[in-house]
């Protein structure tokens, strides 16, 4: 224990120093008004951004090459693949919401609330990633090869449970207000997507040069629909090309990790926050369903998410089979994720000037028009590069709108609980479940349909039944979805007026967050912040200062977490999309008379609070605040 109390002291020190150094460089690079701003460092942002490629990679990894590895070259029966692929994910889906819950039960270490466990999740990770590709040569048995398969692929999803549900979770606890919040989420969305970029060259390449050797070993054979051995070299040589490209990307998984780690200090959540009450784990659930900006915002998601990867998830075998492009796969999801890297940026741009809601309406639309012209013309490949840009724009909206959008919901949840705390990583857990959830659907509908329809392992041709459900797999199917995600999304209720809206009584009734940052406030600034003048619930008749634990406070504890007008779960669907969504205009109530809180506070503290709070500042309405949990 204690060499592995020294270990960590000697961690902590060095990051400290890092920090420090980093810190130093940053304000005297900053100018005066960046300053004074008390926004995220760059040099944060893009360290933060750094942590997400290891989940990206892995991703793109598993979703382009583990259902060929495991058809062609492994032999597995479809039937299989498909139950290994979809209990995995379901798995993974299931260990979302329960890690997100026991982060946020986790407590404050000398490295943070979050970083530890990254730190422990990834030497894990990568090794159960490089499990994943692997195949013991002595299994002849097809039950043995499952087994290894499940086992290894649900351990991995585990630990990357473990690795990226306080990963999102820490883009709450950067610092900053909203906007800046919101430009860390586009630096994450921009290096994730070269991640991807990056990540299928390499598997592109590995599937590339298998396509080519399988075709030198179909042109050999009599029979069209023969298998080739599973001792061949050919086999044998697929095998170690693809286990080299997990050996690269395990590489960078760990050296990423060691990035977010050294580059990303976590910053801590304000004092008062002690005063508010942890729900249970079942009644946070209830709570975060029945909040009705979350459940339309996961809902569209939950679709919009379901219609690209039942897309993007039979892309290879798309290409292979019904285009006859398999030879120029790498070429083509090159030109898509490119596309869809150069877009994130820009489509940040476009939110800034005409909203979230039509961004995301204008970037998803674009997908529907490209997968049909695809569809009726495969075998052209400039009409297939052409459509595959769009597709690319459309891509990118799906991995940065949704998540620019859930800091909202949290930001109208904190607004209407203000007694609730650190539910921040089950927000996040619970969307990541639902993306990993639709991702399962469409690998194990995908591949049972497969099955159905006759396509057999390692077969050099295939029926046109095969080539009928790919095309109705790339095409129909994601366009109903899709369209069916944007019947969710346009009933999502929050707008930009809203959002301000939010942010202002965010800041009355935190005020202490208003005007610094933890990352950036002087100590003498923070003691000067005035009381909160406010009376969180009825039945409190007085508030104190944020550090002042009374009996009111505990009052207020005692009716945490409840709704007003629409906090009921059963919501009749007929009327849902026709419900307006009301923001509460005030959480600020008192029933005392305006002199007997002058009286509480101290002639500093008065002038603190006319410093700091003007009744008419021309300038609030359009400045985004920072949120009690940063």
């Keep these: 224990m204690s060499c592995l109390k020294d270990f960590t002291n000697q961690l902590q020190t060095l990051k400290t120093q890092i920090l420090i150094q980093t810190a130093d460089r940053n304000s005297s690079n900053k100018g005066p008004q960046q300053r004074g701003s008390g926004g995220i460092p760059l040099t944060r942002k893009v360290c933060y951004a750094v942590g997400g490629v290891p989940y990206q990679i892995t991703n793109v990894a598993i979703g382009v090459s583990l259902q060929i590895f495991l058809l062609d070259v492994v032999q597995m029966e ?240 798309f290409c292979s089979h019904a285009a006859g492009l398999g030879a120029q796969f790498q070429y083509i999801l090159l030109v898509l994720l490119a596309s869809a890297s150069i877009a994130v940026p820009l489509w940040q741009v476009v939110l800034l000037r005409i909203g979230e809601k039509a961004t995301l309406f204008i970037g998803l639309s674009l997908f529907i028009p490209a997968v049909i012209i695809v569809a009726c013309v495969p075998s052209n490949l400039p009409v297939f590069m052409t459509m595959c840009t769009l597709m690319g724009f459309s891509v990118a909206t799906i991995f940065l709108l949704p998540w620019s959008m859930l800091p909202d919901v949290l930001d109208d949840f904190a607004v209407r609980h203000p007694s609730c705390k650190d539910l921040e990583p089950l927000f996040f857990s619970c969307y990541a479940f639902c993306s990993k959830l639709a991702g399962g659907l469409s690998v194990g509908i995908s591949t049972m349909t497969l099955q159905f329809v006759g396509y057999t392992a390692g077969a050099c041709n295939h029926g046109e039944g095969v080539v009928t459900a790919l095309i109705v797999l790339f095409s129909p199917v994601p366009i109903t979805l899709l369209l069916i995600g944007m019947i969710f999304f346009r009933s999502y209720p929050i707008n930009e007026r809203q959002c301000l809206q939010l942010q202002e009584q965010l800041t009355t009734v935190h005020p202490e967050t208003a005007s610094s940052s933890p990352s950036s406030s002087d100590p003498k600034e923070t003691t000067q912040q005035p009381a909160t003048l406010q009376q969180p619930h009825a039945g409190v008749t007085s508030t104190s200062h944020c550090n002042t634990k009374t009996s009111a406070l505990h009052k207020s504890n005692s009716s945490l977490c409840r709704y007003n007008h629409d906090r009921k779960c059963s919501v009749k669907s007929s009327k849902a999309p026709s419900v307006k969504y009301n923001q509460p205009k005030s959480v600020v109530q008192s029933n005392v008379h305006p002199q007997c809180h002058k009286q509480r506070l101290n002639p500093h503290q008065c002038s603190a609070e006319a410093a700091n709070l003007p009744e008419n500042d021309p300038d609030r309405s359009n400045t985004r605040s920072k949120v009690s949990w940063v």
């Design 78 to 317: 479809a039937f299989y693949v498909s139950m290994i692929l979809f209990l995995s994910r379901a798995w993974d889906a299931v260990t979302d919401p329960l890690v997100g819950y026991l982060v946020s039960r986790s407590k404050w270490t000398p490295i943070g609330k979050l970083t530890p466990w990254l730190v422990l999740s990834t030497p894990f990770g990568v090794l159960s990633y490089l499990l994943l590709w692997f195949v013991p040569q002595g299994s002849t048995s097809q039950a043995l090869s499952v087994l290894w398969v499940l086992t290894t692929a649900c351990l991995f999803e585990t630990l990357m449970s473990c690795y990226n549900v306080p990963y999102l979770s820490l883009n709450m606890f950067l610092g900053g207000d909203q906007r800046d919040r919101d430009s860390a989420t586009a630096y994450r969305m921009s290096v994730e997507m070269v991640a991807m970029l990056l990540a299928s060259v390499i598997q592109g390449r590995v599937v590339s040069v298998y396509n080519t050797e399988k075709q030198e070993a179909c042109l050999q054979q009599d029979q069209d629909h023969e298998t080739p051995p599973s001792s061949s070299p050919l086999l044998q040589e697929t095998q170690r090309a693809f286990l080299t490209s997990a050996l690269v990307l395990g590489a960078l998984f760990f050296l990423c990790s060691l990035v977010l780690f050294l580059g990303v200090k976590e910053q801590r959540a304000p004092l008062c926050s002690d005063d508010k009450v942890r729900p249970a784990y079942l009644t946070s659930l209830k709570l975060l369903i029945c909040h009705i900006p979350y459940q339309r915002l996961v809902l569209g998601f939950v679709f919009s998410a379901l219609a690209f990867q039942m897309s993007l998830g039979n892309f290879a075998l």
